[in-house]
């Protein structure tokens, strides 16, 4: 009984450890007081969580509140520096690690260009050895590792389900690295990943009802529900790429006809124009026939995928996103215009429309937010309103 009481004890004290360092995160700037106001937790107990946050070096004081009656109160924020996330992205030509601040930026980076072999181990092991040279000399405060990769991907035991890109089925990604790298290792596909990062770090802070379309060899889609990544059953949900657009439509790799990512994911574009996206792109803007007609046909799916996203969630923000959107702005130019046409009248103006903000290192800011967000679970909810 004893042994339980302190049990839970200290399963409180820990779950508002990370509750008061999740606000902190969130509100950026925050007193010891409005802490107490959001969390209903004593002014006492903050007074002592936070004197230990700043023992572990997780926060720090500075500045104070201002234009409030009374005693001025000191802020307390994250301190950037107190402790690291290494941030992986795999992809069929690259393997990039860095070393991201709890406030998501990259202190270092290295990138190494490497094709996924079809045998996983051997991309593995080199992924090992690329970061432990990495790791050598770097700060001692390493929370853990967060991995980046398209695919299905189970969660939370990180196991690549099916990786068409690289060819992998059933591959343990978490295990074997976390048994050779001996941190904690979260791994997710590259779509949720940059979700959580523009949710933290970019431009859907504190839009806690959010979808990402993302498009590139592939379509996928990912969910945020309160602040959390929703999942479905088998960690699967948001694979719209393969929805039935036309049953009558063309054939897509996955085997049945007329799937949304035979309209607008760049290799299906470049098979079906039997050029590449750049000659694509250029002959769309010399206002060539084939190519106005294939862009705006691609452009009128992506339109519907997003009207019927908003229908089924409701959200506040969709972020487009990935090497499509990043790379050929034509296909965003007037988006907006063209989804409203398909988007049913009382949820017309219940949305924005975004773009991702971090750029071409979204996927390593996105790997680190995977351990960020971990590490700050459960805390989403739990802030009175
Ligand atoms: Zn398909």
């Known amino acids: 009984m004893v042994y339980n009481f302190k049990f839970d004890q200290q399963n409180v004290r820990k779950h508002h450890y990370f509750l008061l360092l999740s606000l902190i995160q969130k509100h950026k700037k925050i007193s010891r007081s409005q802490l107490s106001k959001f969390t209903g937790i004593s002014n006492t107990t903050v007074g002592k969580i936070t004197k230990s946050l700043m023992k572990d070096d997780l926060i720090i004081e500075k500045g104070q509140t201002e234009g409030e009656i009374g005693r001025k109160a000191s802020l307390l924020e994250i301190n950037p520096k107190g402790a690291f996330i290494i941030g992986i992205s795999i992809d069929i030509n690259s393997i990039k690690i860095a070393l991201v601040t709890l406030n998501g930026e990259i202190v270092d980076k290295t990138q190494v260009a490497c094709k996924v072999k079809h045998h996983p181990r051997e991309t593995l092991d080199q992924l090992i050895t690329l970061t432990k040279q990495f790791i050598?000399?770097?700060?001692?405060?390493?929370?853990?590792?967060?991995?980046?990769?398209?695919?299905?991907?189970?969660?939370?035991?990180?196991?690549?389900?099916?990786?068409?890109?690289?060819?992998?089925?059933?591959?343990?990604?978490?295990?074997?690295?976390?048994?050779?790298?001996?941190?904690?290792?979260?791994?997710?596909?590259?779509?949720?990943?940059?979700?959580?990062?523009?949710?933290?770090?970019?431009?859907?802070?504190?839009?806690?009802?959010?979808?990402?379309?993302?498009?590139?060899?592939?379509?996928?889609?990912?969910?945020?529900?309160?602040?959390?990544?929703?999942?479905?059953?088998?960690?699967?949900?948001?694979?719209?790429?393969?929805?039935?657009?036309?049953?009558?439509?063309?054939?897509?790799?996955?085997?049945?006809?007329?799937?949304?990512?035979?309209?607008?994911?760049?290799?299906?574009?470049?098979?079906?124009?039997?050029?590449?996206?750049?000659?694509?792109?250029?002959?769309?803007?010399?206002?060539?026939?084939?190519?106005?007609?294939?862009?705006?046909?691609?452009?009128?799916?992506?339109?519907?995928?997003?009207?019927?996203?908003?229908?089924?969630?409701?959200?506040?923000?969709?972020?487009?996103?990935?090497?499509?959107?990043?790379?050929?702005?034509e296909i965003t130019k007037n988006l907006e215009a063209d989804t409203k046409k398909h988007i049913w009248s009382p949820l017309k103006e219940s949305f924005l429309l975004l773009k991702a903000s971090l750029g071409e290192d979204s996927d390593i800011i996105g790997a680190s937010a995977l351990v960020l967000n971990n590490f700050l679970k459960n805390t989403a909810n739990n802030e009175k309103r």
């Not at 657009?245 to 760049?266: F, H, S």
């Open 136 to 329: 050598e000399n770097k700060p001692k405060k390493i929370l853990a590792i967060g991995i980046s990769m398209p695919g299905l991907i189970s969660w939370p035991d990180g196991l690549a389900v099916r990786v068409p890109q690289f060819n992998w089925h059933e591959v343990e990604v978490r295990d074997y690295l976390k048994d050779k790298l001996n941190f904690d290792i979260f791994v997710d596909n590259d779509v949720r990943s940059v979700l959580l990062a523009e949710y933290l770090f970019g431009n859907l802070n504190n839009m806690h009802n959010s979808t990402c379309i993302y498009i590139g060899s592939g379509v996928g889609s990912s969910v945020m529900i309160n602040g959390q990544i929703v999942r479905g059953h088998n960690n699967m949900l948001g694979e719209i790429g393969h929805t039935t657009m036309n049953p009558n439509g063309a054939l897509c790799d996955c085997g049945r006809l007329g799937c949304l990512q035979t309209y607008i994911c760049i290799s299906e574009i470049e098979k079906q124009t039997q050029r590449s996206m750049d000659e694509v792109i250029l002959a769309y803007k010399n206002n060539e026939d084939w190519a106005v007609r294939v862009i705006d046909r691609a452009k009128n799916y992506l339109g519907i995928a997003i009207s019927n996203i908003i229908c089924t969630y409701n959200p506040e923000a969709v972020l487009l996103a990935g090497p499509l959107i990043e790379r050929f702005p």
